[in-house]
Nanobody, 126 residues
């Protein structure tokens, strides 16, 4: 599975960005998907995840209520709408995928993901 993240850029605090992740190869409809980020000088951290049916979603506390993950299995796409952006959201954002055993499973840990995209930079100015 190849993943291509896009949609990053520069935004002002309080603004919005929408990240996209295009998947190719594999059976996208059977993959749990996640978004992670690596802030400058920090470790990679979990942001959001979605089960293959989109029935179950998970968010980091730091983004809950501001970010929304979604997917379109017909288009092999996963998205993350980021609203009310803060300077601390500045990071390289990565999408990730792995086969899931059922439609309701998603994963918080990056160690559970098998496939990774190349990352897209998000910079939020104050």
């Amino acid at each position: 599975v190849q993943l291509q993240a896009s949609g990053g850029g520069l935004a002002q605090a309080g603004g919005s960005l929408r990240l996209s992740c295009a998947a190719s190869g594999g059976t996208f409809g059977r993959y749990a998907m996640g978004w992670f980020r690596r802030p400058p000088g920090k470790e990679r951290e979990f942001v959001a995840a979605i089960s293959w049916s989109a029935a179950r979603l998970g968010y980091a506390d730091s983004v809950k209520g501001r970010f929304t993950i979604s997917r379109d299995n017909a288009k092999n796409m996963v998205y993350m709408q980021m609203d009310s952006l803060k300077p601390e959201d500045t990071a390289v954002y990565y999408c990730a995928a792995r086969e899931a055993p059922d439609s309701g499973t998603y994963y918080y840990s990056g160690n559970n993901y098998r496939y990774w995209g190349q990352g897209t930079q998000v910079t939020v100015s104050s």
